[in-house]
């Protein structure tokens, strides 16, 4: 007899129910934008690629889009790896947390058990107030980290046209980091929830 872990309940459920979530606002964004010319995405925190994905469609769609993709969990990466083996010529993949300064960082995740049972998959964050149910059910890993201009000097693609963000409370301070006028971005799409800071960011001009 084959015995079943809780777990593996856990993880065939998530595998049936989680399909790419299309934000149709950007998707629309994005589909005007790359009709004229190629496009490109700078995501942070790409997650496993499909799961809440904002770009995940448009990259199957559009032949013209091409993404630089980063995700600091180590197993999420294996599996955003996967997920972009179709299209995986227009895709450049960091496995790195973005922060201030090159290093280490302290990150923040549900456990295991918790993030597949309770629906936290994705839900890590240099925030420990925003990575989880509680203090109780998180764990705590070193992570490497790069901050935005070393990106940028590892990128193939020198700019961006759109910068993508699902960083559970850190997307504000990012924000602020974020050379934008360097990168040429023109769209931002970030989640808000969790995010403490007020949302009052300098955009450059042209």
């Excluded at 079943?4 to 606002?25: G, L």
């Excluded at 950007?26 to 904002?54: C, T, W």
């Excluded at 934008?180 to 800071?197: P, R």
Aim: net charge neutral; hydrophobic share 40%.
């Amino acid at each position: 007899m084959r015995l079943i872990r809780p777990t593996d309940v856990a993880k065939k459920f998530y595998r049936f129910f989680a399909k790419p979530r299309t934000d149709y606002i950007l998707a629309e964004i994005l589909a005007s934008m790359s009709d004229f010319k190629p496009l490109h995405i700078l995501q942070v925190g790409a997650n496993d690629g499909v799961l809440y994905d904002p770009i995940h469609n448009t990259l199957l769609r559009r032949s013209n889009v091409t993404a630089t993709r980063v995700e600091p969990v180590a197993e999420y990466f294996d599996e955003l790896r996967s997920n972009c083996s179709s299209f995986a010529s227009r895709v450049e993949l960091f496995n790195v947390c973005i922060g201030e300064e090159d290093g280490f960082v302290d990150f923040f995740l549900p456990k295991q058990s918790q993030a597949l049972l309770l629906g936290d998959k994705g839900h890590g964050s240099i925030n420990p107030e925003a990575a989880g149910r509680s203090r109780d059910n998180l764990e705590s890993r070193k992570i490497a980290c790069k901050s935005f201009k070393s990106l940028m000097n590892d990128m193939r693609a020198p700019l961006a046209d759109v910068y993508v963000s699902d960083c559970e409370g850190y997307d504000i301070q990012l924000l602020r980091e974020l050379p934008i006028k360097d990168l040429g971005i023109k769209v931002v799409f970030i989640e808000l929830f969790s995010n403490q800071l007020p949302v009052t960011i300098k955009w450059p001009r042209y």
